[in-house]
């Protein structure tokens, strides 16, 4: 009985979704067998929903908006496109699962742009609180407005901006949240270009792989972690050292890497930017890197926003040559809160008590808790590459979205935070 009473009032909330083309949910429940099931249909174009796997749409809709193929990949999404088919054919994407908790979870099946993206939710009324609580704590402080006829619309719109108080930050990872990941290339940098030697690529390739194996250990204490990250750096400064690539260099390299942003990335950007939401990037890459992939992508707005932080590591540069890394504070994948957490003990950052933390595994959204009361918490993974860790993302996430995932969701969450905080008026 309690159940279906759950199931009443999460559907309520399934409106949150609906301006999708087609959308399909399913609620689950930790038995077998007792899913029930429902689906919606706007009078949208349903022509153009597309089923799953289907990422050459996908590709010609990258292809589109960041002015770069994904030709050279090709064969690859052809391979991910059989795999997909053959997955959704074999068995419903809807089938029952067995979670270690007696919660419900919910699988949103949603069309966009031609491209189909799984979302599940692993509690859709605790996301909702949260949601509701983050949107009681964003105020806009419309009294110091002073509302007459010499101000235009446009006029009232910016002076509310200035008084608008976000009380929620968003922080995220570059590497796989903002771009996407590709299963023939995890250390990215450097490793495509033919401006590198074979004998420096091989070296950076081992250097990464091993140090990627110490951040999974388990069994290391994370002040351990930093410092066997620190003696990799070394041999990373030593390396580049001896390559000696120049400025100019470096930005080719990054310009003709494999680095795709998510699509809907930049109106994520414009809503963030138009609402001063503090926005933080929190990597283990390096910052030169992040900074000159929007250059090369033409993400002009990130720059012109005054709350936007990266935290990441710094090249070295000494007379426009690379020399390796600057070791004052090394960022790896096990430290990313507590970069955060230090900065705010230091008071160089105001942060807020609300966040949404984004990620592409489970580490990204570790001991956040420590930085913040109330998190939400936003996955890009895939069930088909990567099978176990998205089982395990759908226990720690509030949110994963599958399937080359977009930022269509994430902007209807922080719309909806806006939106409900401006009700509330």
Not at 10 to 28: A, G, T
Not at 69 to 81: A, E, H, L, T, V
Not at 182 to 188: A, D, K, V
Request: net charge neutral; aromatic share 12%.
């Amino acid at each position: 009985m309690q159940l279906f009473q759950n199931l009443n009032k999460l559907k309520n909330f399934s409106k949150f979704l609906k301006s999708s083309q087609k959308i399909e949910v399913c609620y689950f429940s930790t038995l077998r067998g007792s899913g029930e099931k429902e689906s919606f249909s706007n009078n949208d174009d349903r022509n153009s929903y597309q089923g799953r796997g289907d990422n050459n749409n996908y590709k010609n809709n990258y292809n589109n908006n960041n002015n770069r193929g994904f030709n050279k990949n090709n064969d690859r999404y052809q391979r991910s496109n059989q795999r997909g088919q053959q997955n959704y054919n074999q068995q419903s994407v809807f089938a029952q699962y067995d979670k270690p908790k007696n919660i419900l979870t919910q699988a949103y099946k949603i069309a966009t742009e031609n491209h189909e993206e799984q979302i599940f939710i692993r509690d859709e009324q605790n996301l909702q609180e949260k949601i509701d609580i983050f949107s009681e704590n964003t105020m806009y402080e419309k009294e110091q407005i002073q509302e007459n006829e010499e101000n235009d619309e446009i006029q009232q719109q910016q002076l509310q901006k200035q008084n608008q108080q976000v009380q929620f930050d968003i922080v995220s990872p570059f590497e796989g949240s903002i771009t996407l990941q590709f299963e023939n290339n995890p250390f990215s940098l450097f490793m495509n270009s033919d401006k590198i030697s074979v004998e420096f690529k091989q070296n950076y390739h081992r250097i990464m792989k091993e140090s990627l194996l110490f951040q999974n250990d388990k069994m290391l204490h994370y002040t351990r972690k930093e410092g066997i990250q620190r003696e990799f750096q070394y041999q990373l400064h030593a390396l580049l050292e001896k390559e000696n690539i120049t400025l100019k260099q470096f930005q080719e390299i990054v310009q003709e890497e494999d680095i795709y942003l998510r699509n809907k990335y930049d109106e994520f950007l414009d809503l963030v930017f138009d609402n001063q939401v503090p926005y933080y990037i929190i990597s283990q890459g390096a910052k030169d890197l992040i900074e000159n992939s929007f250059k090369s992508k033409k993400v002009q707005n990130f720059f012109e926003f005054k709350r936007n932080n990266i935290i990441s590591n710094q090249l070295l540069w000494q007379q426009g040559q690379l020399k390796g890394f600057n070791n004052r504070s090394i960022v790896h994948q096990n430290n990313l809160y507590q970069k955060l957490l230090n900065k705010k003990q230091k008071g160089l950052l105001n942060l807020n008590n609300n966040a949404i933390i984004i990620g592409s595994n489970t580490k990204d959204i570790s001991n956040y808790d420590q930085v913040y009361n109330n998190i939400i918490s936003i996955g890009f993974g895939s069930s088909i590459e990567h099978p176990k860790e998205f089982d395990l993302m759908k226990e720690k996430f509030d949110i994963v979205i599958d399937n080359f995932g977009t930022y269509v969701q994430i902007n209807k969450i922080v719309q909806e935070i806006l939106e409900k905080s401006k009700s509330q008026e």
